[in-house]
């Protein structure tokens, strides 16, 4: 990602064995180019799409996380949690949304303009322990 064109999507839904409590987005990245002083920043936004069966209006989140990288190596790799609130006034999350997900690097305040995304990653709590039948 080198500038507000380059989106990175992604797209999950809810099942009901969600705890109702918050949900978590990780990205892995690594910065292009070395940092330049200590405190420089990478800003990413995160933003939500989410609906239900028989929803009329999609409700939305923006998260928006500035990462310390400080002034390390070109290459260095970076975890950014996003956290996903589930009782956002107007926007509450339900058991059978389908999240989609859209991640853009804000250049206009990240101090390193240039990362690249090795992975992101969707997660929520379960009210079950270990693995389902199904999920093997």
Same mark, same amino acid.
């Given at each position: 990602?080198?500038n507000?064109n380059?989106?990175? =999507?992604g797209?999950?839904? +809810? =099942? ?5 409590e918050?949900?978590?987005?990780e990205?892995h990245?690594i910065i292009n180019?070395? !940092?330049g002083?200590?405190?420089d920043v ?7 799409? @989410?609906?239900? $069966?028989g929803d009329? %209006? ?6 928006i996380?500035p ?5 390390? %190596? ?11 609130? =589930?009782? $956002? ?5 339900d058991?059978?949304?389908i999240?989609s ?13 240039t +990362?690249?995304?090795?992975?992101? $990653?969707? @997660?929520?709590?379960?009210t079950?322990? !270990? +693995?389902e039948?199904?999920d %093997?």
């Amino acid at each position: 990602m080198s500038n507000s064109n380059w989106l990175l =999507h992604g797209a999950a839904d +809810i =099942h009901d064995d969600w705890d109702g409590e918050d949900l978590f987005a990780e990205v892995h990245f690594i910065i292009n180019v070395a !940092g330049g002083a200590p405190a420089d920043v990478v800003t990413l936004h995160l933003n939500v799409y @989410y609906k239900g $069966e028989g929803d009329v %209006a999609t409700k939305t989140q923006e998260v928006i996380l500035p990462v310390t990288v400080d002034a390390d %190596a070109q290459w260095t790799q970076f975890d950014a949690h996003f956290t996903i609130v =589930h009782d $956002e006034a107007g926007n509450v999350v339900d058991i059978g949304d389908i999240m989609s997900f859209v991640l853009n690097l804000d250049t206009g305040t990240s101090d390193v303009a240039t +990362i690249t995304v090795e992975a992101m $990653e969707f @997660y929520y709590h379960t009210t079950h322990l !270990g +693995i389902e039948l199904l999920d %093997a």
